[in-house]
Every structure is written in structure tokens, then in C-alpha cells.
């Protein structure tokens, strides 16, 4: 099926309305956060405490809602990840600013990627408890304290039009089964005594500059990576100015919680897999800056994403 701009325009324009979407229902509470004076909203807004407005972050419009998510279709048998889910929530993200190198390695194939359909799962990536930026017309809705995962956010308002994020899942498992098309993995060196890790991100057996990590003492990775290759429908692209917080044992890395940014041709790609022909009004869902950079009077040029991760160890050859 072949649909304009302006009908899928129109299509999702109606379903964001019938979810409660628009300005109107949330502008009280809004306002109150501005101020700082009202106990709900003040809390919430950016300048509640303060009394004045950040000029790179302005109150929320609306809230984000939960959807309903295809699961994939096994189209191969991957290594399933361990089971261990040692993270609390809470592990520092700022990178360490050095970490001793161990010399021993453990190499992670990624095995699971897909979308955390909780839209109040995920990061505040633009430190913005609000809106960094100048939203799409038919952006989602801002999660809890913050968090930025506008791709789950969508799953509630397609799901009303014929679409749904599980094809980005199906598109990414397909990658993976394929050998070649995504092909990442993770060469890691923790060391324990310094509570951090060195990683490096490899690219079809290419590997990118070392990462150091936070690790905790129950095996919680943690930190900024940055960029990471991502091809999505055949489309070579990267998810950008992400976070991570993953539990490491010796099987591999597990109930990981990643949270992203995508835009341009990658992020183009992504809604031609929820919505036939989606890609030509991507920009209308952008919800954030792909470097989460503020700009209120600016117009937002990527879409945020939390993504569950896992991977198992690679047994050395």
C-alpha cells in the first residue's frame, strides 16, 4: 500500500488526537512547572525550583503511552543471553576517567537488540525533564522524570493506522541472523580491583576506539558509549549519544538497557519498518537532538529509543 505525506500525515494526525495527545489536555501543568510555585507541576517543571525558564528546556507537552509490540519471527538460532540482571537503576553513566588494562579479554557477540516497548523505560538523554527542542507534529509524548524513548512512544499511535515498532525488531533479528549486516561485538577487559572495564565495540571484526566503563561490584557495566554501527533494512547507519547499563558475567552480557538517539537516513529507515512508506514523514516524530544538544528554537532532528540488549561470549577459536 502506497500512502501520501498528507494522508499518513492526516492517518496518525487523528489517531495522536484520540489518545490525548494534543496541547490543550497537559498545558495546565505545564505552566504550573514554569513558575516553580505550584506543588505537582512545580516539580516537575525545569524552572520550579529556580523560578526562571531554561532557555534549552521548556515543559512537556504531553505525556507518552504504552503500546502493543509485535514479537519477531525466529528466522534463526542465536545464542541466547545469560540471565543475570545485576544492575539497579542507579549506576554512574560519566565514564571513568582511566582504567588499568588487564590483558585479559572476553569478546561479546550481540545476540539481542530490541525495542523496550515501556515508554517510561529508558534515559533522560538531553537532561531536559521537557522538551529540548522543537517537536515533530506527531512526536510522541515525554516519559516519566524525563526519559527520552519516543520509539515506544509511537507504538500506541500506529497501532491505530496499520503499523507497529516490532518491524524495527524484526529488521534488526533479521541483521543479525544474516552474519554480515549487523555483526557487533563487544571485547571487553574488566578489571575488578578498579571497579571499571575497557571495551571495545568491533564492527564486523574492525574495532573502534576503547571505551572505559563503570563496574560495579555485582557486575553492572555502565557509561556513555557514544556511537554505534547500526544497519537497519539494509540501510548502513548508527545509533548516536548513547548510554548503557548492562550486567556482565561470564556467559555474557545480559537485560541490558540502552538507551539512544537516531536520525537521518538511519532514522528514515526505522519508519519505513513500522509504517509502509513511514520514512517520508520521519522528521514529523522527531522528539530530541541526535547530540542531545538544547535548542528550544530549533526543530529536533532525531528520534529517541530504549533498546533491551544482550549478547553471549564468544568461545575463543
Not at 543479525?176 to 571484526?205: H, K, M, P, Q, Y
Not at 509504517?275 to 516524530?285: K, R, S, T, Y
Request: proline fraction near 4%; hydrophobic fraction near 35%.
Amino acid at each position: 500500500m502506497n500512502i501520501s505525506k498528507l494522508a499518513l500525515i492526516a492517518l496518525l494526525g487523528s489517531a495522536l488526537m484520540a489518545f490525548g495527545c494534543s496541547d490543550d489536555e497537559t498545558g495546565t501543568g505545564g505552566s504550573a512547572g514554569t513558575g516553580g510555585s505550584a506543588g505537582t507541576g512545580g516539580s516537575a517543571g525545569t524552572g520550579g525550583t529556580g523560578g526562571t525558564i531554561d532557555p534549552l528546556c521548556v515543559d512537556a507537552t504531553s505525556m507518552c503511552a504504552d503500546g502493543d509490540i509485535d514479537p519477531i519471527e525466529e528466522t534463526c538460532t542465536l545464542a541466547a543471553p545469560p540471565d543475570a540482571d545485576n544492575c539497579t537503576g542507579d549506576e554512574i553513566l560519566e565514564n571513568p576517567p582511566s582504567c588499568t588494562a588487564t590483558g585479559e579479554t572476553v569478546t561479546v557477540a550481540l545476540t539481542q537488540l530490541m525495542s523496550n516497548g515501556a515508554c517510561n523505560s529508558g534515559y533522560n538523554l538531553d537532561s531536559c525533564n521537557g522538551d529540548s527542542c522543537m517537536l515533530g507534529d506527531l512526536a510522541p509524548g515525554e516519559g516519566t522524570d524525563g526519559v527520552d524513548n519516543a520509539l515506544a512512544g509511537l507504538a500506541p499511535i500506529l497501532g491505530r493506522v496499520g503499523g507497529n515498532v516490532g518491524g524495527v525488531d524484526q529488521a534488526i533479528h533479521d541483521g543479525i541472523c544474516s552474519g554480515g549486516d549487523i555483526a557487533v561485538s563487544f571485547r571487553i577487559d574488566a578489571n575488578t580491583e578498579e571497579n571499571c572495564a575497557t571495551v571495545e565495540i568491533l564492527d564486523d571484526g574492525v574495532a573502534g576506539d576503547p571505551v572505559l566503563f563503570n563496574l560495579s561490584d555485582t557486575g553492572c557495566l555502565s557509561g556513555t558509549i557514544g556511537t554505534i554501527p547500526l544497519n537497519i533494512g539494509g540501510e548502513p547507519g548508527q545509533i548516536s549519544s548513547a548510554l548503557i547499563r548492562v550486567t556482565l558475567t561470564e556467559g555474557g552480557l545480559s537485560n541490558g538497557n540502552l538507551g539512544a538517539t537516531v536520525g537521518g537516513a538511519t532514522a528514515a529507515a526505522i519508519a519505513d519498518l513500522i509504517i509502509d512508506n513511514g520514512g517520508v514523514l520521519v522528521a514529523e516524530v522527531f522528539d530530541i537532538n541526535e547530540d542531545v544538544s538544547g535548542d528550544t528554537a530549533g526543530a529536533c532532528d532525531a528520534l529517541s529509543m530504549t533498546l533491551t540488549v544482550g549478547g553471549a561470549t564468544e568461545t575463543p577459536q
